[in-house]
């Protein structure tokens, strides 16, 4: 039975692709590609003669029919530009559509820029939110921004040379200075990882070059503190003679703030008391 095989390409180094993916582009009857011009370079250093149709933004609607049709009798490979297809390009609606008309999907895992910035960040990448493109009008792009600005998870998205100051600016004022890593040109010849603050980001990439990846520090619970209304809880619990560990678990549970240092805290107030 005919099958699509949504297959991962190199990111910028060649030699990022699977033996499987090799195989698979070899074999197939027909790749779709993102672009021809990237993937027939990437064919052409495998020598794989397999032909190539179009298939991007701009003809996605045009092609899906003829596309649809050939997966009734040939397997059909997808890629995009670079990395795994479906993500932030138009191999979604391909995908989407083969599924509804019952047509086998096979994944081919391989390089993905969000991941592998994810990964080598050095933020927390247990639970992450990938915006893929931000919007290029400032205001769109501010409001999805706001959005996710008190969630507690890594963000992670793609932005264009020319939008990448605009965008560090719209992020530094939304989530304030928060840490990031900006990942540019990644496994390519001149890759660059910059980690550090929002604002620092900002005079660092003064004039920047290349395809970058924003991996941000998501918002940071803040912690309970003993403050001064606590202070004047514990004050209460020891003029009607509660002991300190006692009143320690009681405010722990209504505070939030931890038993340790509502203890500590007692010991302060109480002092030569």
């Known amino acids: 039975m005919p099958a699509l095989y949504v297959v991962a390409t190199p990111i910028g180094n060649l030699e990022d692709i699977s033996l499987r993916a090799l195989r698979l582009l070899s074999q197939v009857e027909l790749i779709a590609a993102e672009d021809t011009r990237t993937t027939r370079q990437l064919l052409s250093a495998h020598n794989i003669k397999t032909p190539l149709t179009s298939y991007h933004e701009h003809n996605k609607r045009a092609k899906l029919s003829y596309l649809l049709d050939c997966l009734r009798e040939k397997n059909v490979a997808l890629v995009s530009e670079a990395g795994m297809p479906g993500l932030s390009d138009p191999g979604y609606e391909l995908i989407s559509a083969a599924v509804e008309q019952g047509v086998s999907v096979v994944p081919v895992p391989g390089a993905s820029a969000a991941i592998t910035a994810l990964v080598v960040s050095g933020l927390p990448p247990s639970q992450f939110l990938y915006l893929g493109f931000l919007p290029r009008r400032r205001g769109r792009r501010q409001r999805l921004l706001r959005s ?45 990882v910059f980690r550090g603050r929002l604002s620092q980001a900002m005079e660092h990439f003064a004039q920047p070059r290349g395809e970058f990846t924003l991996v941000i520090e998501g918002k940071r619970e803040e912690k309970p503190q003993v403050d001064e209304q606590v202070e004047m809880e514990l004050a209460k619990l020891y003029r009607e003679g509660v002991g300190a560990r006692e009143a320690a678990a009681r405010l722990s549970e209504t505070s939030g703030v931890s038993k340790k240092e509502l203890y500590q805290a007692w010991l302060r107030l109480t002092k030569g008391g």
């Open 148 to 192: 996710v600005a008190d969630e507690p998870w890594t963000v992670v998205a793609f932005e264009a040379p020319h939008r990448l100051l605009e965008t560090l600016g719209d992020a530094l004022e939304v989530f304030g200075d928060r840490k990031l890593a900006v990942c540019r040109e990644l496994t390519k010849v001149h890759e660059e």
